[in-house]
């Protein structure tokens, strides 16, 4: 695991563009996996200035369950509607037939390359502490907290759904290259559980620690805990 530490947030959107415009540059039919959240906005908004991506297929993280396409909305809003990917190399998992995700992630190739965000207690797409190392795509129930982190993105904390579908980690450890961001003192804790402890499944995103070919970005706030 290579870790890339940035003296301010702009700086570390930028290395994170470069990783994924040399990927999608090198190999223009690249499979991207695809984050959401506040972190990777400004990644996707600098990343559509620069590439069409007309060739790239995608596939995102995770879904909620029980609302209607919310993460599909904020991936058009943020990176689709600006790119030229076109609707049928675009893929989001669902939890009438989950397993299926996994089934067309290896039927596209792969993921050559995998972008992720971090939650505040330390999950990578929607896997929650005590996730299964070898776990798959599927349903699962959100924590209190992550319903909490993620409430600014709906018009109530009450709106916000209890369940979501998402790639494994299994599904993730597969992907041939990852680049997880990290940006913001809010984050601290959970990047240094997950680069200076034991890989567990307390801290679903220390499993990366386990890959061969995983960039942790992080802007100098959220690198503030691997201080000693
Ligand atoms: C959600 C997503 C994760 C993302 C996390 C961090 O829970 N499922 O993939 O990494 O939010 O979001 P933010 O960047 O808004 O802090």
């Not at 959240?37 to 879904?63: A, H, Q, R, W």
């Not at 669902?94 to 089934?103: E, F, S, V």
């Not at 290896?106 to 797409?125: M, R, S, V, Y």
Request: proline share 4%.
């Amino acid at each position: 695991m290579k870790v890339l530490i940035f003296s301010t947030k702009k700086e570390a959107v930028e290395a994170a563009v470069k990783v994924i415009l040399k990927q999608v540059k090198t190999k223009p039919n690249s499979t991207l996996g695809l984050a959401s959240g506040s972190t990777v906005i400004p990644i996707y908004n600098l990343l559509s200035k620069k590439t069409s991506m007309s060739k790239t297929k995608t596939f995102n993280l995770d879904e909620y369950t029980s609302t209607k396409n919310t993460l599909r909305k904020f991936m058009q809003k943020h990176l689709f509607i600006k790119t030229k990917i076109k609707k049928q190399n675009i893929h989001f998992p669902n939890a009438i037939n989950p397993k299926n995700y996994d089934r067309e992630i290896e039927n596209a190739g792969g993921i050559d390359l995998q972008i992720l965000g971090i939650g505040q207690n330390g999950h990578i797409a929607f896997n929650e502490p005590c996730s299964q190392f070898s776990s798959k795509t599927r349903k699962i129930k959100l924590s209190s907290s992550t319903r909490k982190s993620n409430s600014h993105f709906f018009k109530s904390p009450k709106q916000v759904p209890t369940h979501a579908v998402t790639m494994g980690l299994a599904t993730i450890m597969s992907s041939k290259k990852i680049i997880l961001i990290a940006t913001g003192k809010n984050k601290a804790e959970a990047i240094a559980k997950t680069i200076l402890s034991k890989p567990s499944a307390k801290t679903p995103a220390s499993i990366l620690q386990n890959h061969k070919d995983t960039i942790i970005i992080l802007d100098k706030t959220a690198a503030s805990g691997l201080k000693k």
